[in-house]
């Protein structure tokens, strides 16, 4: 049987060898002067030409050497050490456990790893969500840097690309109405100090009394999801709050928690009771975590300053709080205004018009 590729040495490239393909006429270096090395690659790039199902079961002969596992491995295995890796009992480690559940991932959980062909992936990105997309990417990377996998099955350019649904913020009247409809002290509280604060279900199901320092009417709590940093990084910021949040915290324990019960209650009940809710109101496309939604629109129509209200939110990317506040519609001073409040006071940076409210 001819061979398909054949070495070449350019003396005008200083005596480098390379291969060239026959039937594509393509040439590459092979970055070596040595004749013995250069012929060793041509045979073996012959053999992969020639037998491809035979040198996978070569490669896993050879990687067998330094990792017994290699040949019986699966992604259902793989998959189970991704969740063992996070914390135990954490929410990374609960998301993880219901990807596994997934039913378009099942046809992929019994597949060796060296086995699987990229159409396979594909079909399970295919008949699955965003979150198949999502976490199934973070487990290929996961093989491929344990080097269970010698390089990604899919390529990243080949994933589909991840759509979002669009999110949105809920609108005061819908607040209104929810709050009028809730019977529950202790819920209907809950969602004014969302609506209030901004912060996520957690950390305000979380609150204590402490956390409140009615001296300087300010909120100080940790968020959750920034537990995991070291607290000489991260400074959870002062909330200053208003009269109305004032009466809200007024009407809810002066020591310890603040929502006894609900804070015992799962992240996705909070949710699902929520839900229920909206849906009985006919409220649709809205979650509890639309409220930090709701914050940053408000903030931005205010012209609260941009990096406040990221302190106040919890953002560290400029970008991120964008996204949250992206459909908040700004209505822009006029630079006539800027122009006659700067001449007022020459010498000084024009911080806006007299029409706008002052700066916190």
């Keep these: ?42 045979v073996a790039k012959n053999e992969a030409a020639r037998e491809p199902a035979f040198n996978l079961q070569k490669a896993r002969v050879y990687m067998s050497a330094s990792d017994p596992g290699v040949a019986t491995r699966a992604w259902g295995d793989a998959l189970k050490a991704l969740i063992d890796s996070k914390p135990k009992n ?40 965003v979150s198949t997309n999502t976490f199934l ?27 979002f649904k669009k999110k949105r913020a809920i609108k005061h009247e819908e607040h209104a109405k929810i709050i009028a409809r809730e019977k529950n002290p202790e819920r209907r509280a809950f969602y004014e100090l969302c609506w209030h604060l901004g912060g996520s279900q957690s950390d305000i199901a979380n609150l204590e009394a402490e ?14 999801k920034l537990a995991s940093l070291d607290e000489t990084d991260v400074k ?22 603040l929502f006894p019960n609900l804070r015992k209650v799962k992240a996705k009940d909070r949710a699902n009771e929520f839900r229920q809710r909206c849906q009985g109101l006919g409220i649709k496309g809205v979650s509890l975590h639309c409220y930090r939604y709701s914050w940053a ?32 519609q700004v209505t822009v001073a006029s630079l006539e205004e800027y122009e006659e409040n700067a001449a007022k006071k020459p010498g000084q940076q024009a911080l806006g018009c007299d029409k706008l409210p002052a700066r916190p």
């Excluded at 393909?21 to 690659?41: C, G, I, P, Y």
């Excluded at 990417?137 to 759509?163: A, D, E, H, T, Y």
């Excluded at 959870?236 to 928690?257: D, E």
């Design 211 to 224: 956390d409140v320092d009615w001296n300087d009417c300010t909120v100080c709590y940790d968020r959750k």
């Design 1 to 42: 049987m001819k061979n398909r590729y054949r070495i070449i040495r350019y003396r005008r490239y200083h005596g480098v060898y390379y291969i060239h393909d026959t039937e594509t006429n393509l040439r590459w270096s092979l970055r070596t002067k040595d004749k013995a090395r250069a012929n060793e690659l041509m």
């Design 137 to 163: 990417r973070r487990l290929q990377n996961f093989c491929v840097g344990m080097n269970w996998l010698p390089w990604p099955i899919l390529p990243s350019k080949l994933w589909p690309k991840i759509k």
């Design 236 to 257: 959870p910021p002062l909330l200053t709050f208003g009269k109305k949040c004032a009466a809200v915290l007024g009407s809810l324990p002066q020591t310890g928690p």
């Design 297 to 328: 629109e408000r903030a931005r129509k205010a012209h609260y300053p941009r990096r406040q209200a990221e302190e106040a939110l919890g953002h560290n990317s400029k970008a991120v709080h964008i996204a949250y506040a992206k459909r908040a």
């Design 90 to 129: 954490s929410e990374n480690q609960a998301r993880l456990e219901r990807f596994s559940k997934e039913k378009a991932l099942e046809p992929l959980l019994n597949v060796i790893l060296l086995e699987t062909r990229p159409e396979q992936v594909l079909n399970v990105l295919t008949g699955g969500r």
